[in-house]
């Protein structure tokens, strides 16, 4: 593996991103998911047309989707989408463990919508809508964007000299 | 697993964590990782911390667990038979 001869120091790879520390990253990172998944879940398993139902699940979607965006713009995101001359050797290992759990989590979520699909079809006949299927996809894309930053997170150590 | 000695060395050089992570050119953190044993470096950031501490990679890596330092320096120190 390439050891970079000039890595830069942390705090001038991350100007410019939200400088957060491990706990409060992984705080953000399980409220972010669990947002959006428990959204998107309950908007499935709530009954349809009553307001308090849609109120909880848009609400939780929402609040899902911002704190994904500020997990997007912390310096955790940037070790997931770094240049490869900025992060360190092991850096760029848990990046790519990171990536790979985030592919892993993606295609097991597929198998799993389709599996619902199915079941639901053939043995409660029940058809998901377009709008179902956005939400899901939804939910899908934004924990698949901030998946490798929220494990990095739960990988990192505070610096103790 | 690889075991190591980096923290007894940097220890005896007086050197933070910070400091060592700037003369290797790694990520401070990357030093708390080797240390607990939890990432095995590269043979590159091997030879680079054996090349900081002086000594050879052997001296610092290894394979086996070390022993703890107590029973080294014991085991040095014990008279030979007949001399007490």
Request: glycine share 6%; net charge negative.
């Amino acid at each position: 593996m390439r050891l970079n001869q000039s890595v830069p120091s942390n705090e001038v790879k991350h100007k410019g991103y939200l400088s957060l520390q491990p706990g409060t990253a992984r705080v953000l990172s399980v409220v972010a998911l669990g947002c959006l998944h428990l959204g998107s879940v309950l908007s499935f398993a709530l009954p349809k047309g009553l307001s308090w139902a849609t109120l909880i699940t848009s609400g939780l979607s929402l609040v899902g989707m911002l704190v994904a965006v500020i997990m997007f713009l912390c310096s955790y995101s940037f070790i997931a989408n770094a240049p490869e001359g900025w992060i360190d050797e092991r850096e760029l290992t848990e990046r790519n463990a990171a990536y790979l759990r985030a592919l892993q989590y993606v295609v097991v979520m597929i198998l799993v919508g389709l599996l619902v699909l199915e079941v639901a079809s053939r043995f409660l006949s029940h058809q998901f809508t377009a709008e179902e299927f956005t939400k899901y996809l939804n939910v899908l894309f934004f924990s698949s964007m901030i998946m490798p930053a929220c494990l990095l997170a739960w990988r990192d150590q505070p610096v103790v000299d | 697993m690889i075991h190591n000695r980096i923290a007894l060395y940097r220890t005896e050089k007086g050197l933070s964590r910070r400091e060592l992570a700037e003369r290797v050119e790694v990520n401070p953190q990357t030093i708390g990782f080797l240390e607990r044993g939890t990432y095995s470096p590269s043979v590159e950031l091997a030879l680079k911390l054996a090349r900081e501490f002086g000594v050879k990679v052997e001296a610092i890596f290894s394979l086996e667990p070390y022993p703890p330092l107590a029973d080294e320096l014991g085991s040095r120190m014990e008279l030979p038979e007949g001399d007490s």
